[in-house]
């Protein structure tokens, strides 16, 4: 069993967890471009020799897929012990079928139905006077009442949703407030899941180079969406919208067209696969209109199925070619040498820090936001988080300087952005290299940044001084 240290806190399956419950603990990982929970819920039910699930997730309860709900948080390392969820126990506390879970959990409020469209019925089967919202020890028994009252276990969806559309909203029901109710019951009747026959529309290479891709530890659920549907989202909603850059999605819009087009290589004579649909949070545009991004198809032509499949040196040129046109925009290809002066400019970086330098790279010489100044700070923290004496505190400073927490935030997700593209092509760049703790630490960026920290580049060791120079070179270059 591997246990992370405590001052790392993972959230979901990192890159790194991926690494070592395959590699080093040969388990299956399944990864899902969407929300996994519809998914790990239908594999119990539909697998017998499934246990157990352990999470924490009030909707496993609702699902009812496994014989038993384990929580995750109440997990004891030490004796092996936790906490189950018992949805039969949940029923009985409202003298209600655990059949009728996916009903009473659609009429609380969820993500088809927010609890602000479902007030007024709730204050109505409630009595409720008050300011605010009902109890739960009122509301729940209240819409168990409803649920036995008006339906029966023999309806079927559609049935049940045309009933509960009318009770729910009364006049102002309509086939939306209707298909609402109703998305919300398929998802807990676990009825969402696409079928196999859906599953099977997908082309034969693009089903093979998604199952190759799945193999590497760095998968990245983006490149299905791209691959299978004609949507992308980019989690962008906590960036501060004030800041003096755009919203990251369109500091890198270059890269992820890019990233789409060498994805969808295979399909560029395909209608309808040269733009996408982007979801993102900005004043622009929202979750609720998605912003066609035409696909940028790379101009020369690769066997992304072999790259991402073999380990063989001899294909790395091939690879960090098409990985430096994803940044640039710049056919190295036509460079008739095994490896263009781009690339052997790119090679003399430190591999801890290729994708750093890659980021810096585009911000300084494609999008022109980051000036050589800005980059020296960033090398700064490479270079003293890379040094054995460095000077790394979690003392953070009661102020923070908003301007360097706004660099930061574009830096970070650029390493995001251009590891998803280094994530289709198989072996290319070392895990290392998008280890987060290598490379970036926010209170000592701020140290840097206000000054509180200073280097004297005089008298730094030959590895900081070599690591400098190589980024900067890099940096210099003129594709």
């Given amino acids: 069993m591997y246990v992370c240290p405590k001052p790392i806190q993972f959230v979901g399956i990192s890159m790194f967890q991926r690494y070592v419950l395959t590699e080093e603990c040969d388990c299956r990982v399944v990864i899902t471009s969407e929300e996994c929970d519809e998914e790990i819920a239908v594999y119990a039910k539909q697998n017998s020799n499934v246990v157990a699930i352990m999470a924490q997730d009030s909707d496993f309860v609702i699902y009812n897929a496994a014989k038993y709900y384990l929580s995750a948080l109440h997990l004891d390392l030490n004796d092996m012990t936790t906490k189950v969820y018992s949805s039969t126990e949940l029923a009985k506390l409202n ?22 469209s479902l007030r007024s019925f709730h204050l109505r089967i409630t009595n409720w ?42 006049k102002s029901a309509n086939n939306e407030r209707q298909l609402a109710i109703k998305n919300a019951l398929k998802s807990f009747f676990l009825l969402n899941t696409p079928s196999e026959s859906k599953k099977n529309k997908i082309d034969e290479y693009s089903d093979k180079l998604l199952k190759a891709m799945m193999k590497h530890p760095n998968f990245n659920p983006m490149s299905e969406q791209v691959l299978v549907h004609s949507c992308v989202e ?33 399909q560029q004579q395909i209608p309808g696969k040269n733009w996408i649909d982007e979801y993102a949070v900005y004043s622009e545009h929202s979750v609720k209109q998605g912003n066609k991004v035409i696909v940028s198809f790379p101009p020369f032509d690769f066997d992304l199925l072999k790259l991402t499949e073999s380990d063989d040196t001899t294909l790395v040129s091939e690879k960090l070619k098409i990985l430096l046109w994803a940044v640039t925009g710049e056919n190295l290809f036509d460079d008739q040498s095994y490896q263009s002066e781009m690339e052997r400019a790119f090679l003399r970086v430190n591999p801890k ?61 650029g390493v995001q952005t251009i590891g998803r593209v280094a994530s289709v092509l198989g072996t290319i760049l070392p895990s290392f290299s998008s280890a987060h703790h290598n490379f970036f630490d926010g209170v000592l960026f701020q140290k840097i940044f206000v000054g509180e920290i200073k280097v004297d580049k005089s008298i730094e060791s030959d590895r900081a001084k070599t690591t400098r120079a190589a980024i900067f070179d890099f940096m210099n270059f003129k594709a």
């Fill in 234 to 266: 980019h989690s962008n909603a906590f960036e501060d919208l004030t800041s003096q850059f755009k919203p990251s999605v369109l500091v890198y819009k270059s890269i992820n067209s890019r990233f789409m087009g060498i994805l969808r290589k295979h």
């Fill in 95 to 116: 003298n209600l079928d655990p059949q009728w879970l996916p009903v009473i959990a659609t009429l609380l409020g969820n993500d088809y139905l927010s609890r602000d």
């Fill in 353 to 413: 820090f290729f994708i750093c330098s890659l980021v810096l790279y585009y911000l300084y010489r494609c999008e022109k936001i980051l000036d050589l100044a800005e980059i020296d700070l960033f090398v700064t923290m490479f270079v003293i988080l890379d040094s054995e004496s460095n000077l790394v505190t979690n003392e953070i400073r009661a102020r923070p300087n908003y301007n360097a927490v706004h660099l930061a935030t574009v830096f970070n997700r």
């Fill in 129 to 170: 006077k008050r300011a605010g919202y009902p109890r739960h020890h009122l509301l729940i028994p209240a819409v168990a009442k409803v649920v036995n009252e008006k339906l029966k276990l023999a309806m079927s969806v559609d049935e049940m949703s045309i009933i509960l559309s009318k009770e729910v909203f009364g």
